[in-house]
């Protein structure tokens, strides 16, 4: 039987070298059903906690365990991704478990991103030089949209989770837009990500929660768990 969601999570974050700065708060917690055309594939744990390792402002980590097949899981992604205050990442860890282990840590300064990668064989480092700002967007794990991406960017440019650089990325606020999710049709603010001849819209509710994210180009959709029973 697979631990507990809070222990899952509780060991992803003792990853980091450094504690967070001050008394951790956690500000959303969830779950997100990943779907490919219809078809449930996965499934996704997530918390939102206050404070970072990285900086001493105001920032946001984001942690999650996501497990493919949902509930028989034969490939298990844990992540932690931290945020500075202006919603840009700034660390970003991944480990890959069952089958093939990776572990992947990027660190993002001003001038350059740092990736680590560990498999069961091999170790590597490498530099890229950060003429834009990353946003992770990743086809595997949904969780780190649950920081909403910041509103008109400096050039920005994807960042899947294994540290590939992808295109360059356009971000757009579209306001309260309805979108159906399950049986139901909401009302929910949406932020369009374009990543060069893709799109990814995530939607969020009133409180600023994700509810759903789309990849349509990919047939992915991820959409969160209704807490109520």
Known sequence: MPSSPVLRI????ALAATPLHGQQRTVDRGALVIMRRG???????????????????????????????????????TSVVEYAPDSFPIVAR??????????????????RITVRRRSATT?????????ERPLIVDDSVFAPFAVRPPASPP????????????????IRYRGATETRIGDRTMSLDLVVVTVGSETVTAWYDTNGRLRKVEWPQRGVTAVREDEEP
């Open 39 to 77: 078809e449930v594939i996965g499934r996704e744990e997530f918390a939102v906690h206050v404070g970072t390792t990285a900086a001493a402002g105001p920032g946001l980590t984001v942690a999650s365990t996501a497990t493919y097949p949902a509930y028989r899981p034969e490939q298990t992604l």
């Open 155 to 170: 050039p920005t440019r994807a960042l899947a989770l294994d540290g590939t650089l992808g295109e360059t990325v356009a």
């Open 123 to 131: 170790e590597s480092a490498r530099e890229y030089p950060a003429r």
């Open 10 to 13: 509780l060991a992803l974050l």
């Open 94 to 111: 991944l480990e890959v478990g069952n089958g093939q282990p990776l572990r992947v840590i990027v660190g993002i300064g001003p001038r």
